[in-house]
């Protein structure tokens, strides 16, 4: 039996989450979540056990026992991240850079519910650079991170069609010797993610992509009558102010609105 404990603190936001598992070896692997916990946070245990299982060699089956929580200080993601945490843990699993990052469009909307109302106060970007010059906006962006007001940083983050968020601070610049430099700073215009900063999100909706309701493709963001569109396909980014790419079009559909705003729940033409 393992417990993690998520604990975090600052003078912007708080987060906690404590969750006890049992790891056994198994033939196939498998999660089971007996813990007393509202549906939210079972769900998130479940998901997260199953992203700290997901690549492994050996099969294992994951029973998680107890979750903790908070009313003030446990978000959407908490339970998910504190579950894999737990489970590395338990299976001994170190990772230099540990990442945890959730797709799964009941969480990503409860976390667009739980942001709504909040003005987007800085944005920060990872880009790759080379002999001083850097590609157009979405060509050179590695990763991004939004700053809503009274919460902490949330990380976007494109692989193949998924598109990924979790709750990390941003990474420092670094060089890649003769491959370049990444660059992290923050958005500056004419960027895309720049011209939203200062503004409120109003709304916000899921895009799901070519794994249908597995996954998140992207996110349309509405800040008034002004819409971000950000997301991942084929491991390229794609960023808009106002509809959806029709590069992208084709592929996505997007979700209704967790705030019930119009124009929803329909492919895009």
């Known amino acids: 039996m393992t417990t993690f404990r998520l604990l975090e603190q600052t003078s912007r936001y708080s987060r906690f989450a404590q969750v006890t598992v049992e790891v056994a070896a198994s033939s196939r692997p498998g999660v089971e979540v007996?813990?007393?916990?509202?549906?939210?946070?079972?769900?998130?245990?479940?998901?997260?056990a199953q992203w700290a299982l997901h690549g492994r060699s050996e099969a294992a089956k994951v029973t998680v026992t107890q979750v903790a929580v908070t009313e003030c200080d446990t978000g959407v993601g908490d339970v998910y991240e504190a579950t894999a945490h737990a489970v590395w843990q338990a299976l001994r699993v170190e990772h230099q850079v540990p990442y945890v990052g959730f797709s799964d469009p009941s969480m990503v909307e409860a976390w667009l519910t739980s942001i709504c109302g909040r003005r987007l106060e800085a944005v920060t970007e990872a880009r790759h650079w080379f002999e001083g010059r850097r590609e157009p906006d979405a060509e050179s962006l590695l990763h991004a991170w939004l700053f809503f007001e009274h919460t902490g940083p949330i990380a976007l983050h494109g692989r193949g069609d998924q598109f990924l968020l979790s709750k990390k601070d941003p990474y420092r610049s670094y060089d890649m010797d003769?491959?370049?430099?990444?660059?992290?700073?923050?958005?500056?215009?004419?960027?895309?993610?720049?011209s939203f900063v200062g503004a409120r999100l109003s709304d916000g909706a899921a895009i799901l992509g070519h794994d249908g309701d597995a996954v998140c493709a992207g996110l349309v963001l509405r800040f008034g009558n002004d819409d971000l569109v950000v997301g991942a396909l084929a491991d390229e980014w794609v960023l808009s102010a106002g509809s959806v790419p029709t590069s992208a079009?084709?592929?996505?559909?997007?979700?209704?609105?967790?705030?019930?705003s119009l124009g929803t729940g329909r492919r895009p033409a």
Do not use: C, I, K
């Open 178 to 194: 003769e491959y370049g430099q990444t660059r992290v700073g923050p958005a500056l215009s004419p960027d895309v993610l720049s």
């Open 249 to 260: 079009a084709q592929v996505w559909a997007v979700r209704p609105f967790v705030g019930g």
């Open 34 to 48: 007996l813990a007393d916990a509202s549906d939210e946070h079972r769900r998130e245990a479940e998901l997260g």
